[in-house]
Every structure is written in structure tokens, then in C-alpha cells.
């Protein structure tokens, strides 16, 4: 009898509130390690940007306007649901069901919480999938950090016996997953990503990012405002930790430049917040990843190629690469990774690495809207 195919969706939207990246994959054992059958990327409209935007803070009738968001963005999922389906020719009742991350407005996993707004239920009605939804507060409740959650699938993809690799996924937020070939797998965000970059283009050229790193490459670090920025006690904290614009976003740029009396050239600061990602990336590859000889960059900064020129000069004996020269575009990643969760989820598998988050042990995450 042949074997039912193991057909999973990932959807992903991240800190840097580009959009939804959605994916579906076959992970039919004996298939090829990720077989990619479709992709897609849905771009927030503008008013639902700027709404998720405005959701990152305590406002006035942040529930309402939360509920509605999240329906807003259940739509947008069921969207990118059908679009991967039609694509692929894969019938919605043939995916065995649809991990889903959410949109996260807070994450604080100190207090024992992180918030990842979606309407699953919604979700699983209109696109006729299960859906896995809500993967981060399993670990939050058993003590560690709810993130990063991606090392898992990571280690499952891109491990290699003789080479040690780390995986940078560079988002809104930067994490680092370790790949030793000895050593268990480790992993932490780095801190800030795109997101400062992102809103500095915007702010200053109303431009949603710096495409390639062109306008940061224009420009000149500004060596005592990188010495501000580098001062965040974040940085030096050891793992597990996580963040996410609850710490990193314009009111702590903000308070830096005006520290820093800062009066200069706006392409200075992106050079300078450009090295602050780069810097604060290699620094955590030279504290906890000693010995890595690849690191294969994912997320839409692998297409910032000023990031990654900086990134090179600062690791000169590690070879920079994209996840692409292993097998999986850089961004499909993060959405395969979902897609990969719930299946664990399924299996009654746990997803998270409790040397990587902190949680007490491996626990089962997330919860399950069945079609
Ligand atoms: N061509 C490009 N040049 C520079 N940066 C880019 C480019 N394309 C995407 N990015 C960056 O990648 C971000 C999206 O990355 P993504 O991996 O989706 O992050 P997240 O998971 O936080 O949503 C954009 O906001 C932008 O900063
Ligand atoms: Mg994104």
C-alpha cells in the first residue's frame, strides 16, 4: 500500500512585518530531505501594517483592535494558503495540516508570556486545513524562552557530520542556531536584525527597507554611536535569551542618537546600525560558536549584500554563504520550519531544544484546530 504523502503548510510572519511568507512541503520519510512544492509571499497592505505596527505598544482598545488585526491577518494566511495549494495543484483536504506562527505584538518571556496574534479557528474553517497554531507558550511555560523555535528544523536540515555550520536567519530579529559536529545544538537571537534598519529607511526615505544595503553602503559608521549602540546590556547576556521590538525599536534608536547628540548624515546611521546587526551577529558566532567554519545566512537580510560584506569582515576565517548553496532559499526557510513543527506536533513530537530555549525539558508545542 503506498504510503499516504506527508504534505505540510508553514506559514510565517515575522518582526519585520513585511508580509506572510507561506510554504508547502513534502515530508513523506524517504522524500528528498525538504522537498519544496510551492512558495509565497503576501505583503501586508498598508493599514494592516501600520496597524500590527501600532499593536507593538499599550494603546487604547488594543483588544478590539487586536481581534479585528488578527482576523485581518487569518485572511491574509487563508490567502496565502490557497495560493500554495493552487500553485502545487495539491488539494487543501490532501495537507495534512498548516503550522502557523502568528504575528507577534509581545514577547516577554520573563513575565511567562508572548503573544502571537492569529485567529487559527478562522483559519482552519476557511482553508479547510488543520491548523498548529501557538508554538511558543509550551516552552514559555516550561521556563525557557519560547525562542528561538526554528534550531529544531535547522539541525534536521542543514547538519553535516564534518563541517560546522551556524545558521544566522536574519528577520526583524537575528538568530544564530550552532551546528557543531560534536556538541549539542545551540541557538539565541543576536538581537536586532532588519528592524532598525527598516524603520531608519523608512523614516528617513519612506522607503519600507534598503534594498541591497545601497543607501547604508553610501554611508560612513559612526564609530561613537556604534560604541552607544553596542552598550545595550542585551548583547552580553548570556543565552538562552530572545527579543523582539518589545526591546529593539524606535524609541530605543531614539534614546541613542540623542545621547549621542547625534547630528550627522541619516546614511551614517544605517551604516552604523548596518554594523551594529553585523557586529552583534559575529560576536555571538566568536562567544558560542568557536570553531564554525560555515555560516549560511536565511531571511530576507541574506539579500542585504552590504550586511553581509560587513558580516565577512568580521568572521574572515568562516566562509559566508546563503542557505540557497544548501539546498533551501533563504526565504523559505523560516516558513518550512513551521511547516516542520507541525508535523512534530502531530507526531506528538516535541519541537523545542531545551539546550537552546531553556525549557526544563522537550514538550509538544503548540495547539491543534482540527479541519
Ligand atoms: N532586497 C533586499 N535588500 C535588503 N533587505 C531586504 C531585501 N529583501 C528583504 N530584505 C529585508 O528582509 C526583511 C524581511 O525579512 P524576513 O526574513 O521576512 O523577516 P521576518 O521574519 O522578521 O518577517 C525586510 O523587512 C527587509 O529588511
Ligand atoms: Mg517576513
Redesign the pocket.
Known amino acids: 500500500m503506498p504510503t499516504r504523502r506527508e504534505i505540510f503548510a508553514g506559514v ?8 506572510v ?1 507561506a510554504v508547502l512541503a513534502d515530508f513523506t520519510p524517504g522524500a528528498a530531505k525538504s522537498a519544496l512544492l510551492a512558495a509565497t509571499h503576501v505583503t501586508f497592505p498598508t493599514a494592516l501594517r501600520g496597524e500590527l505596527l501600532a499593536l507593538q505598544a499599550s494603546a487604547p482598545d488594543e483588544i478590539v483592535r487586536m481581534g479585528r488585526a488578527a482576523n485581518a491577518l487569518a485572511d491574509l494566511y487563508v490567502h496565502a494558503l490557497r495560493s500554495v495549494c493552487l500553485a502545487s495543484g495539491i488539494a487543501a483536504h490532501d495537507v495534512v495540516a498548516a503550522g502557523i506562527h502568528g504575528q507577534t505584538v509581545r514577547h516577554r518571556p520573563q513575565e511567562g508570556w508572548t503573544l502571537q496574534i492569529n485567529n487559527p479557528a478562522r483559519v482552519a474553517e476557511h482553508a479547510y486545513m488543520t491548523v498548529v497554531a501557538d508554538f511558543r507558550m509550551r516552552d514559555i511555560a516550561a521556563g525557557g524562552q519560547g525562542a528561538p523555535l526554528v534550531p529544531a528544523f535547522h539541525a534536521a536540515m542543514f547538519s553535516e557530520p564534518d563541517r560546522h555550520r551556524v545558521i544566522a ?5 537575528a538568530n544564530v542556531t550552532d551546528l557543531p559536529t560534536k556538541d549539542d545544538v545551540r541557538g539565541f537571537d543576536t538581537g536586532p ?3 532598525l ?2 524603520l531608519w ?1 523608512l523614516r528617513q526615505r519612506n522607503a ?6 545601497a543607501w547604508a553602503a553610501s554611508g560612513t559608521i559612526d564609530h561613537a554611536l556604534l560604541a552607544i549602540f553596542l552598550a545595550e546590556p542585551y548583547f552580553v547576556a548570556p543565552p538562552p535569551k530572545s527579543t523582539g521590538r518589545d526591546l529593539f525599536n524606535a524609541g530605543w534608536l531614539d534614546r541613542r542618537l540623542t545621547q549621542a547628540n547625534w547630528t550627522g548624515r541619516a546614511e551614517d546611521v544605517q551604516a552604523t546600525l548596518s554594523a551594529l546587526t553585523a557586529r552583534t551577529l559575529a560576536d555571538a558566532v566568536r562567544a558560542h560558536c568557536g570553531g564554525a567554519q560555515e555560516l549560511l545566512i ?4 541574506a ?3 552590504q ?1 553581509r560584506r560587513l558580516i565577512e569582515a568580521e568572521l574572515p576565517r568562516v566562509h559566508v554563504a546563503s542557505t540557497d548553496t544548501a539546498g533551501i532559499a ?2 523559505h526557510v ?1 516558513a518550512l520550519a513551521f511547516a516542520w513543527l507541525a508535523r512534530e506536533t502531530l507526531a506528538g513530537r516535541p519541537g523545542n531544544l531545551p539546550a537552546v530555549t531553556g525549557a526544563k525539558g522537550p514538550r509538544v508545542l503548540g495547539a491543534i484546530y482540527p479541519r
Open positions: 510565517m510572519s515575522g518582526t519585520s512585518l513585511d508580509g511568507d536567519n536574519i528577520g526583524g530579529i536584525g532588519n528592524v534598519l527598516d529607511s519600507p527597507y534598503d534594498d541591497a544595503g536565511c531571511g530576507g537580510g539579500r542585504n549584500a550586511l533563504s526565504e523560516e
